[in-house]
């Protein structure tokens, strides 16, 4: 599994967009970038995957460089109910069921 | 109900009781995962299961016992548990294996070894 780095923690105000970058220097060529959200006693949730350039949803949208070794989660217009934690998870599609979440990165949104 | 389902969603027991916990999914998945959060650390992946056989038993101590009858279900008996194994326990499912695959996630359950 790819290691991952993020950031323990951000914090920001209801509105504004919220960045969280992931690092992960040793991606293989197979793998893709995953974010999950988990809200306090709850299980995480997907929210949004890709392989490279850029995927948007309603929720989100995410970038990812040409050289892959990091990508960006983006939250618009965040809101006091997206506090939670993120996690950026790497692995590859058919071998890497053992996702590695890590400490994940809390977003705190104050109002 | 749809989903990941989970019962109990609180459990105090003591060190030598016998409990087990329940997981359903009802979105047709043919992988079930459990997996143990505790207080201010990330989640451990504790069993596997594909198509109902075991894939993986990550170094789990024995009081950990997981069942899964079929697809659709996965249970995880617990017998004189520690009271380090207080924790919040996650059942997850999957169409498949594999890290493409969104694991779809329950609500837990809450465990208290007193």
């Known amino acids: 599994l790819a290691k991952t780095t993020q950031p323990i923690s951000m914090d920001s105000y209801e509105g504004q967009e919220v960045n969280i970058t992931c690092s992960h220097n040793?991606?293989?060529?197979?793998?893709?970038i995953t974010w999950y959200q988990q809200f306090p006693s709850q299980g995480p949730r997907f929210i949004i995957q890709g392989y490279k350039t850029k995927v948007t949803n309603e929720v989100a949208s995410l970038f990812i460089p040409a050289d892959r070794k990091s990508s960006t989660l983006s939250l618009p217009r965040v809101s006091l109910s997206d506090t939670a934690v993120y996690y950026c998870?790497?692995?590859?599609?058919?071998?890497?069921?053992?996702?590695?979440f890590g400490a994940g990165t809390t977003v705190t949104v104050r109002a | 109900e749809t989903g990941v389902t989970q019962t109990p969603r609180h459990l105090v027991m003591g060190m030598t009781n016998k409990k087990s916990l329940k997981c359903e999914q009802h979105l047709g998945h043919n992988a079930m995962y459990w997996y143990k959060q505790s207080a201010k650390k990330p989640l451990e992946l504790m069993f596997v299961?594909?198509?109902?056989?075991?894939?993986e038993n990550n170094s789990v101590p024995s009081r950990f016992s997981p069942e899964c009858p079929n697809s659709s279900h996965l249970f995880l008996h617990l017998h004189t548990l520690q009271p380090e194994d207080s924790a919040l326990y996650l059942c997850?499912?999957?169409?498949?294996?594999?890290?493409?695959?969104?694991?779809?996630f329950g609500p837990g359950t809450r465990l208290t070894v007193t």
């Open positions: 997850a499912s999957s169409h498949t294996l594999g890290a493409v695959n969104e694991q779809y």
């Open positions: 040793n991606i293989a060529t197979n793998d893709y």
């Open positions: 998870l790497v692995g590859e599609p058919s071998n890497d069921y053992k996702l590695s």
């Open positions: 299961y594909s198509l109902e056989e075991r894939v």
